[in-house]
T-cell receptor, first 118, second 113 residues
Framework: AQSVTQLGSHVSVSEGALVLLRCNYS??????LFWYVQYPNQGLQLLLK??????LVKGINGFEAEFKKSETSFHLTKPSAHMSDAAEYFC????????????????FGKGTKLSVKP | EAQVTQNPRYLITVTGKKLTVTCSQNMNHEYMSWYRQDPGLGLRQIYYSMNVEVTDKGDVPEGYKVSRKEKRNFPLILESPSPNQTSLYFCASSLSIRAYEQYFGPGTRLTVT
């Protein structure tokens, strides 16, 4: 079964600094990978998604992620952090069962809380 | 505006008092799903529906019921809530079961005392 691991439950950066949030997936290469963002008291909002094709994916709010099959990684980056980026970020992949079936759900990492210091 | 709505956003109730959390989407999505989010456990799927009148259990279905009588609505029913169902609940929808790109509602924070 697929699993998704996010390294670092909390990341703190200064405003204007590079943001790097790490995500690794296990098992076979998933057909899709996602990053979602959750602002306080809000639902999850899709930041970006990877589908087969270009390995560098651009999303909203200046975020991008690179799919690296050799490293089984899908790290999220933003060149310059803004105060409004403070939120919790989740990496996710389709939950593909061993028998090949699916419940259509996503497997989420445990999340990384991003703090941005002035 | 394409969206998933949930009501209520916040609910405090007592053990055993039946409640319903409504979920509605306006994107004509076939697939809808309920998740609960708990600290340290992440998001876990409760129930899902591939289309009208087709529902199935997710990973943590005990204590919950759902129905899908119309394509746009997917209510979550707790017939006899217990304190271990205190959680943050999210409804989500996607084009189909294989689409995987899910659109989430704003969440319902439920406290059962």
């Amino acid at each position: 079964a697929q699993s998704v691991t996010q390294l670092g439950s909390h990341v703190s950066v200064s405003e204007g600094a590079l943001v790097l949030l790490r995500c690794n997936y296990s098992s076979s290469v998933p057909p899709y990978l996602f990053w979602y963002v959750q602002y306080p008291n809000q639902g999850l909002q899709l930041l970006l998604k990877y589908t087969t094709g270009a390995t560098l994916v651009k999303g909203i709010n200046g975020f991008e992620a690179e799919f690296k099959k050799s490293e089984t990684s899908f790290h999220l980056t933003k060149p310059s952090a803004h105060m409004s980026d403070a939120a919790e970020y989740f990496c996710a992949a389709p939950d593909l069962r061993d028998h090949g079936g699916s419940q259509g759900n996503l497997i989420f990492g445990k999340g990384t809380k991003l703090s941005v210091k002035p | 505006e394409a969206q998933v709505t949930q009501n209520p956003r916040y609910l405090i109730t007592v053990t055993g008092k039946k409640l319903t959390v409504t979920c509605s989407q306006n994107m004509n999505h076939e697939y809808m799903s309920w998740y609960r989010q708990d600290p340290g456990l992440g998001l876990r799927q409760i129930y899902y529906s591939m289309n009208v009148e087709v529902t199935d259990k997710g990973d943590v279905p005990e204590g919950y019921k759902v129905s899908r009588k119309e394509k746009r609505n997917f209510p979550l029913i707790l017939e006899s809530p217990s304190p271990n169902q205190t959680s943050l609940y999210f409804c989500a929808s996607s084009l189909s079961i294989r689409a995987y790109e899910q659109y989430f509602g704003p969440g319902t924070r439920l406290t059962v005392t």
